[in-house]
């Protein structure tokens, strides 16, 4: 009997071993990891695995929060959802740091970034900001970086002003390419060269330069004229008005200084210069001055008329 009891175990031993030891139908044993599953399966299916108290409505909670989350995506509020969960968790952005502007007021820098006191740096999307702030008329370029939790960097690179240009009666200030950044607004931008004139935005740049060779010139223009997008007159601080020609500018500059220096021309009473005829310069004189001519030759005139006395 005892004998037959311990065969008995023996083959009880077995079949459990070989219960416990997930084997597939064709005798093969299962990898490691798929183990635990066959085994939870094995049990569910034989009836010994025990569904735990509240499961239902774990489920049912869980559908419920899925179908929620699912309706909030369709209907574009997830994102919202987002922000307010992780807002709430400390990544509320606190502190923005904003580097490289000089002509853009930081307020319209903020504002585009549309910040509302409970974004947070997970659901702020730093392109689209990004881009909002390159729009500005000063911004070239710009760089938005979350600094995770709660901060943002504001990187700013401007536009570099090259000159005022007056068109008609309004004032603006452009780059060297010639593109109008924004309205003159006075400031820093008064000490800009001033050029006037239709097409003279394209052509200021190489004429500018080319005056800049005469620096003795160039530090007494007030103003850059451009004449049917054809030549240049150039305005000095005085109010004289030196008309260059269409071709030989840097011809007609230089006898513009040598006569300068031998007869003061430039700081005489004067009006213009006119050097549009090659073979000859026409000054114009200031309306005080032509009055006072006027006057001079008449009184020449009549010291010429009397009679002389006889002896």
């Known amino acids: 009997m005892s004998a037959l009891t311990s065969w008995l175990r023996g083959e009880q031993g077995a079949a459990g071993a070989a219960a416990r030891e997930p084997i597939a139908s064709d005798g093969i044993v299962l990898p490691r990891l798929l183990r635990r599953p066959v085994r939870l399966l094995g049990r569910f299916a034989g009836g010994e695995f025990e569904v735990p108290r509240y499961s239902a409505s774990i489920l049912t909670a869980g559908f419920l929060a899925a179908s929620s989350l699912y309706g909030a995506y369709l209907g574009g509020h997830f994102p919202t959802i987002v922000q307010a969960v992780t807002s709430r968790l400390g990544f509320a952005i606190d502190e923005v740091k ?8 930081e307020i319209d820098i903020l504002e585009r970034l549309g910040l509302d006191g409970w974004t947070s740096t997970i659901g702020f999307d730093a392109e689209a900001a990004r881009e909002r702030i390159a729009a500005l008329p000063w911004v070239e370029s710009a760089a938005v970086r979350k600094i995770y939790p709660d901060v943002l960097e504001i990187q700013v690179d401007e536009r570099k ?3 005022i240009w007056q068109h008609g009666s309004e004032l603006s200030v452009i780059e060297r390419s010639g593109h109008v950044i924004a309205p003159y607004s006075g400031g820093r931008q008064a000490t800009l060269p001033l050029i006037i004139g239709l097409g003279a935005p394209g052509a200021a740049p190489a004429f500018i330069d080319r005056i800049h060779a005469f620096p003795e010139l160039a530090a007494r223009i007030k103003g850059y004229i451009r004449v049917a997008e054809r030549r240049w007159d150039v305005r000095l601080e005085n109010g004289v008005t030196v008309k260059l020609p269409e071709a030989g500018e840097d011809q007609a500059v230089k006898a513009l200084i040598a006569m300068d220096h031998e007869t003061g021309l430039l700081s005489r009473d004067i009006a213009a210069v006119d050097m549009r005829i090659s073979d000859r310069l026409v000054v114009q004189l200031s309306p005080d001055a032509a009055t006072r001519r006027e006057a001079a ?5 009549k010291t010429k008329s009397k009679p002389g006395k006889k002896i």
């Open 98 to 105: 904003v580097s490289g502007h000089r002509e853009t007021s």
């Open 161 to 163: 002003p090259f000159a």
């Open 297 to 301: 030759l008449k009184e020449r005139l």
